[in-house]
C-alpha cells in the first residue's frame, strides 16, 4: 500500500486489509505493508486522524512507522496499490524494468473502478472518514481476489 507520506491513506490501507483478511481467516495467504514516495514523514507514526479514525472501526494502526518505497519491494511484494493516480505514476516509474511486482491504483484493484482515495491531510475529520470507506471497500475486493488467488 502506498501514498505520499505513509501517514494517512497507506497505513490505514495497510491496517484495514490486514484487519480484513484476519476476519477471513486468510491472513496466512499475504503479507501487507505499506509505504512513501515521499520523504517528509519518515519514521513517524500515522496522523493522529487517521489513528482516530481507524480506531473508531476497531483497528490499530498506532504501532505503524513511516518508510520509503524501496527498489526491493518491486520483488519483495506481487502487487504495490497505489492511494491515487499521481501514487500511481511515481511508482511506475521506480520500478525496476526486471522486478515482478504489479503496479495498480488501489480502488481499481479492489473492484471500485480508477478512482484516487483523496488525500485527506489538509482536510477534516470527515474526510478521514471518506477515505477509510473507499480503502474499507476496496479491501473486500481485495480478499476476495486473495481468496481466489487472483494476484
Ligand atoms: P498520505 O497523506 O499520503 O495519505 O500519507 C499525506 C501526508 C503528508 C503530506 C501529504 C499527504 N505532506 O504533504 O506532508
New binding site residues.
Given amino acids: 500500500m502506498v ?9 490505514t490501507a495497510e491496517g484495514v486489509l490486514r484487519a480484513r483478511l484476519q476476519q477471513a481467516g486468510l491472513d496466512e495467504r499475504a503479507r501487507v505493508d505499506s509505504a ?1 514516495t ?1 520523504n ?2 519518515l519514521g513517524h507514526p500515522p ?1 493522529e486522524r487517521a489513528i482516530a479514525c481507524a480506531a473508531r472501526h476497531g483497528i490499530d494502526i498506532s504501532a505503524q512507522r513511516a518508510r520509503r518505497l524501496a527498489l526491493e519491494d518491486f520483488d519483495e511484494f506481487d502487487v504495490i496499490l497505489c ?1 491515487d493516480r499521481t501514487i500511481l505514476h511515481d511508482a511506475r516509474i521506480r520500478k525496476p524494468r526486471t522486478a515482478h511486482a504489479q503496479v495498480e491504483l488501489l480502488l481499481d484493484w479492489g473492484g471500485l473502478g480508477k478512482k484516487d482515495v483523496p ?3 489538509t482536510g477534516s475529520s470527515r474526510d478521514f472518514e471518506h477515505a477509510f470507506k473507499l480503502i474499507d471497500a476496496a479491501a473486500s475486493g481485495i480478499v476476495e481476489r486473495v481468496r481466489q488467488g487472483r494476484f
Avoid: K, T
Fill in positions: 501514498c505520499l507520506g505513509n501517514i494517512c491513506r497507506s497505513p512513501a515521499g517528509s514523514h496522523d492511494a488525500d485527506p491531510y
